[in-house]
């Protein structure tokens, strides 16, 4: 038998008509569905949310978002250690998202108030986690009542660091979190909603309504497309480490241990009072190919359009969830 890797993990797919496709609705249980997304809302966060890419938070200025409604502000010291505080000088409330960095410290630009890791009165440090592809900070008052805070983020399963490529997209719906998890939940839609992205897609096993935890997670087996009837065939799982995370990893075909990791960070509401939600999505990759490698030594020129192609299924997706909402909110 020859054990040889194959020249090219792409394989010629059988792609039905979009409309000739098996339908999906049956399985599709809103029951099962709901029930996960409810599952994962209850899961401990640690008081962890997404705020950005880790490329994004530099040392030369601040970097700004509004986090389940508050100012928070991140950068980078001289050593790349990332730090965070609230977004408004304890001065006289001067916005920080555009403060310049000198040393370890934000100066603010109205009065040239110097804020460091340390914080000050009237302006307290928040805790910060960079894990190398995302950056976290921790809200402890925005807690549960009985949640702890935790030292870091919980994260899901990723690939080894060495060799791996990453790249991440931002973007934004008129949803809550919960939207965007029932829409990652649900993945009964991929094949029907983005058939510019998935040739055929298949639910193996879904977790039922009253799955234990360590059941708790979605099978699929699905081809991605690449070029004309040409993808690759894989399976994946779906599960949520934490309450506004659903990890998507490659358990079997090429790739195996790559993840793509869906992030809903909860921001403020918009002027019309609806919720305005975050989608941090990170595509962490990973192959024992030896051409992957050659991969990674061109990352800069990769990230752009790794991140073009999850914008574009996040326009659908997005979509999806503010649909969701507006059923459920009545807006």
């Not at 490529?165 to 979190?177: H, I, K």
């Amino acid at each position: 038998m020859d054990e040889r890797e194959p020249r090219t993990p792409l394989r010629r797919l059988r792609i039905p008509r979009w409309a000739e496709q098996e339908p999906s609705w049956r399985d599709a249980s809103p029951t099962l569905i709901r029930a996960a997304a409810d599952r994962a809302a209850a899961r401990p966060s640690g008081g962890w949310f997404v705020l950005a890419g880790s490329r994004e938070v530099r040392a030369d200025r601040a970097y700004g978002r509004i986090v389940a409604g508050r100012e928070v502000v991140a950068w980078r010291d001289t050593a790349g250690g990332v730090h965070a505080g609230p977004g408004a000088c304890p001065h006289l409330g001067a916005a920080l998202c555009d403060a310049p960095v000198h040393g370890d410290a934000l100066v603010c630009r109205w009065h040239g108030m110097s804020l460091g890791p340390g914080g000050r009165p009237g302006w307290p440090s928040l805790p910060a986690f960079d894990d190398g592809v995302l950056t976290w900070v921790r809200l402890d008052d925005a807690l549960p009542d009985g949640e702890a805070p935790t030292e870091r983020p919980l994260l899901g399963p990723r690939p080894p660091r060495a060799g791996s490529f990453d790249a991440v997209a931002t973007a934004f719906g008129r949803c809550e979190p919960t939207d965007v998890i029932a829409n990652r939940l649900d993945p009964w839609h991929g094949s029907w909603l983005h058939p510019y992205s998935f040739a055929t897609l298949r639910v193996l096993s879904a977790p039922p309504v009253d799955c234990p935890s360590a059941e708790d997670r979605f099978l699929v087996e699905v081809s991605f497309k690449v070029a004309g009837p040409f993808g690759v065939p894989v399976r994946a799982e779906f599960s949520c480490p934490d309450p506004r995370t659903v990890t998507m990893e490659i358990v079997d075909g090429e790739g195996t241990g790559s993840v793509v990791e869906t992030h809903a960070t909860p921001l403020r509401p918009g002027p019309d009072g609806a919720a305005r939600t975050a989608v941090i999505e990170a595509v962490v990759a990973y192959s024992g190919r030896r051409g992957f490698a050659r991969a990674t030594t061109v990352a800069r020129a990769l990230r752009p359009l790794v991140a073009s192609t999850a914008s574009r299924l996040w326009r659908d997706d997005i979509a999806y969830a503010e649909r969701r909402y507006a059923l459920r909110s009545g807006r």
